[in-house]
Protein backbone atom coordinates (compact mmCIF):
# COMPACT_ATOMS: atom_id res chain seq x y z
CA UNK A 1 0.00 0.00 0.00
CA UNK A 2 1.59 3.32 -0.88
CA UNK A 3 1.47 6.33 1.30
CA UNK A 4 -0.69 8.27 -0.93
CA UNK A 5 -3.90 5.38 -0.48
CA UNK A 6 -3.59 5.69 3.39
CA UNK A 7 -3.27 9.79 3.53
CA UNK A 8 -6.32 11.49 5.38
CA UNK A 9 -8.81 12.51 2.95
CA UNK A 10 -9.81 16.40 2.92
CA UNK A 11 -12.69 17.00 6.13
CA UNK A 12 -15.35 17.89 3.40
CA UNK A 13 -14.46 15.33 1.28
CA UNK A 14 -14.85 12.83 3.76
CA UNK A 15 -17.83 14.49 5.55
CA UNK A 16 -19.73 14.11 2.11
CA UNK A 17 -18.44 10.19 2.01
CA UNK A 18 -19.83 9.76 6.03
CA UNK A 19 -23.43 10.93 4.49
CA UNK A 20 -23.23 9.61 1.43
CA UNK A 21 -23.26 6.28 3.34
CA UNK A 22 -25.46 7.19 6.16
CA UNK A 23 -28.19 8.08 3.50
CA UNK A 24 -27.44 4.70 1.51
CA UNK A 25 -28.06 3.07 5.17
CA UNK A 26 -30.99 4.96 5.76
CA UNK A 27 -32.82 4.27 2.19
CA UNK A 28 -32.28 0.25 2.47
CA UNK A 29 -33.91 0.48 6.06
CA UNK A 30 -36.58 2.31 5.02
CA UNK A 31 -37.05 -0.31 2.11
CA UNK A 32 -37.05 -3.07 4.75
CA UNK A 33 -34.25 -4.76 2.63
CA UNK A 34 -31.72 -6.83 4.22
CA UNK A 35 -28.38 -6.44 3.74
CA UNK A 36 -27.47 -9.18 2.71
CA UNK A 37 -30.15 -8.23 -0.02
CA UNK A 38 -28.48 -5.36 -1.16
CA UNK A 39 -25.32 -6.89 -1.05
CA UNK A 40 -26.44 -10.06 -3.06
CA UNK A 41 -28.49 -7.33 -5.53
CA UNK A 42 -25.28 -5.49 -5.85
CA UNK A 43 -22.80 -8.30 -6.45
CA UNK A 44 -20.56 -7.05 -3.39
CA UNK A 45 -19.74 -8.69 0.09
CA UNK A 46 -22.22 -8.05 3.06
CA UNK A 47 -18.95 -6.85 4.32
CA UNK A 48 -18.15 -3.93 1.94
CA UNK A 49 -21.76 -3.02 2.20
CA UNK A 50 -21.18 -1.90 5.55
CA UNK A 51 -18.07 -0.30 4.76
CA UNK A 52 -20.33 2.06 1.99
CA UNK A 53 -22.63 2.58 4.97
CA UNK A 54 -19.97 3.83 7.14
CA UNK A 55 -18.91 6.15 4.17
CA UNK A 56 -15.52 4.17 3.91
CA UNK A 57 -13.03 5.58 1.32
CA UNK A 58 -11.42 2.66 0.21
CA UNK A 59 -14.27 1.40 -1.54
CA UNK A 60 -14.30 1.57 -5.41
CA UNK A 61 -16.64 4.08 -6.64
CA UNK A 62 -17.94 1.73 -9.00
CA UNK A 63 -19.17 0.06 -5.90
CA UNK A 64 -21.23 2.83 -4.39
CA UNK A 65 -22.37 3.21 -7.88
CA UNK A 66 -23.72 -0.83 -7.78
CA UNK A 67 -25.52 0.25 -4.32
CA UNK A 68 -27.01 3.48 -5.47
CA UNK A 69 -28.17 1.50 -8.76
CA UNK A 70 -30.13 -1.21 -6.39
CA UNK A 71 -31.65 1.48 -4.76
CA UNK A 72 -32.68 3.44 -7.37
CA UNK A 73 -30.12 6.21 -6.47
CA UNK A 74 -28.36 5.97 -9.88
CA UNK A 75 -29.89 8.37 -12.12
CA UNK A 76 -28.24 11.57 -11.36
CA UNK A 77 -24.29 10.19 -10.95
CA UNK A 78 -23.98 11.02 -14.67
CA UNK A 79 -24.12 14.68 -14.17
CA UNK A 80 -21.84 15.03 -11.43
CA UNK A 81 -19.15 16.49 -13.56
CA UNK A 82 -21.33 18.07 -16.50
CA UNK A 83 -19.87 20.48 -18.04
CA UNK A 84 -22.85 22.47 -17.57
CA UNK A 85 -22.54 22.41 -14.06
CA UNK A 86 -19.28 23.57 -14.11
CA UNK A 87 -18.95 27.40 -13.18
CA UNK A 88 -15.14 27.52 -12.94
CA UNK A 89 -14.39 26.02 -16.03
CA UNK A 90 -17.04 27.92 -18.04
CA UNK A 91 -15.85 31.21 -16.35
CA UNK A 92 -12.34 30.66 -17.47
CA UNK A 93 -13.02 29.41 -20.62
CA UNK A 94 -15.62 33.21 -21.28
CA UNK A 95 -12.24 35.10 -19.85
CA UNK A 96 -10.11 33.21 -22.58
CA UNK A 97 -12.59 34.20 -25.46
CA UNK A 98 -11.28 37.56 -27.53
CA UNK A 99 -13.11 40.59 -26.77
CA UNK A 100 -13.63 41.34 -30.20
CA UNK A 101 -13.64 39.58 -33.76
CA UNK A 102 -12.07 41.08 -36.77
CA UNK A 103 -13.09 39.95 -40.07
CA UNK A 104 -10.08 40.25 -42.90
CA UNK A 105 -10.21 42.94 -45.40
CA UNK A 106 -10.77 41.60 -49.28
CA UNK A 107 -7.43 42.46 -51.22
CA UNK A 108 -8.16 43.91 -54.25
Keep these: MSNSSRAPLPPPVALVLDKLGADI ?14 AERA ?10 ERGAA ?3 IGKYASVLHVLGFHAGMGDLADRSRDKVGLDM ?6 KRVRI ?5
Excluded: M, N
Excluded at 93 to 98: A, F, I, N, V
Design 58 to 60: GVS
Design 93 to 98: LEESLP
Design 43 to 52: RISRTTLHKI
Design 25 to 38: KSARLRRRIRAATI
Design 104 to 108: PRKAG
